[in-house]
């Protein structure tokens, strides 16, 4: 087992290691006394591994009331968030007590959103049930559900108190959701380190998940404590999204996150090695390592209806818009461009 000691401004671990959701109670009795727990899943993860949580928390002393939402993006809303705090209250749940997150990001998500706003802020914890979740939304500390036209726009910065990834569950992922994952796993390796691309180029992630996951964390918990309120550095992990959200949008979401990132990335890699800010090397080594997981690598959508999406994005600043573009393996760098940029980078990561 890994520990990565998160050190934002509510200080927490993250452990990575085989077995931990058998022992989620005894691992949690370490940062939290026992106390009333609302473990909440979605109607995907509840039935695979929920009975096994409680019974570990329930062997460690925590009294476990579940709340089960059905799964998927369409749920992250404030009605699923109102229905999650309403079973805060029936369960009675105090200041003293917890939320327990067992699912993917949007569990993790919504239960840390209404954590960080439940009786002004309670304790949650975190068990990732997907390779995205585990290296992506469980650190960092950004909570949110969805408005109708805006993913994410309604949250707050609120950090768990523990996370347990037991990456043994990934085993019941379909090869398109652990992809999603993949994609992340290959951004850290551009945004931070080479040693991480030549391993996932070398190995079957699966036969490294410890390792891989660990590092990955590693990179994101570097980024986050530098910037724990998005300011500023924090841009860098959005290497490949800011054309990826815009693929992923147009496609009506039937593309995962993870393949419109992997179609985002080799965009900009493509755009940037176009205009000389990268070599050569960096295209042909991504697109094997991505398709050697079922990532798609090429954008099939007409560019002016990305840069239309694109243009609305969240991130766009008085017409300005930082981009992350790639320097070589390992190293990425946020360029500030007028947004109208944003179409010959399209145009050029396309053609
Ligand atoms: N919870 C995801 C993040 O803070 O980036």
């Known amino acids: 087992m890994t520990t990565v000691h998160i050190n934002t401004s509510h200080p927490y671990d993250i452990l990575i290691g085989s077995g931990l959701l058998d022992q989620a109670g005894e691992r949690m009795a370490q940062v939290i006394s026992p106390c009333k727990i609302l473990l909440v899943s979605d109607s995907n993860v509840a039935p695979?591994?929920?009975?096994?949580?409680?019974?570990s928390l329930k062997k460690a002393g925590y009294a476990v009331s579940r709340f089960v939402f059905p799964a998927g993006e369409a749920s992250k809303t404030i009605d699923t968030y109102i229905q999650l705090l309403e079973a805060c209250a029936c369960a009675e749940l105090s200041r003293s007590d917890a939320l327990v997150a067992l699912g993917g990001g949007v569990t993790g998500d919504m239960t840390g959103f209404a954590a960080a706003t439940y009786l002004r802020g309670i304790r949650f914890v975190?068990?990732?049930?997907?390779?995205?979740?585990?290296i992506d939304s469980s650190v960092g500390g950004k909570t949110a559900v969805d408005l109708k036209a805006k993913k994410n726009h309604v949250g707050a910065f609120w950090q768990p108190s523990l996370v347990l990834c037991d990456p043994d569950v990934f085993q019941t992922l379909s090869d398109a959701i652990f992809a999603d994952g993949v994609a992340e796993a290959v951004k850290y390796s551009m945004i931070a380190d080479a040693d991480l691309l030549t391993l996932l180029e070398q190995h079957r992630i699966e036969e490294d998940i410890e390792q891989v996951v660990t590092r990955c964390v590693e990179i994101k918990r570097d980024v986050v404590t530098e910037d724990e309120f998005e300011t500023g550095g924090r841009r860098i992990l959005?290497?490949?999204?800011?054309?990826?959200?815009?693929?992923?949008?147009?496609?009506?979401f039937s593309l995962t996150h993870g393949q419109a990132v992997a179609?985002?990335?080799?965009?900009?890699?493509?755009?940037?090695e176009k205009r000389g800010l990268c070599g050569s090397e960096i295209l042909p080594r991504m697109e094997a390592v991505l398709t050697s997981y079922g990532l798609p690598t090429v954008c099939p959508y007409p560019p002016k209806e990305l840069y239309k999406i694109a243009t609305g994005d969240k991130k766009r600043r008085g017409g300005r818009i930082g981009v992350v573009f790639p320097r070589q393996v390992g190293v990425c760098e946020i360029i500030d461009r007028p947004v109208e940029d944003l179409l010959a980078l399209i145009e050029e990561g396309i053609g």
């Open 48 to 55: 695979l591994y929920a009975d096994r949580a409680e019974a």
């Open 126 to 134: 975190q068990i990732p049930t997907s390779f995205l979740a585990a």
């Open 238 to 252: 959005n290497f490949g999204h800011t054309l990826g959200h815009a693929v992923e949008s147009y496609s009506d």
């Open 263 to 272: 179609i985002g990335m080799m965009m900009i890699i493509r755009a940037s």
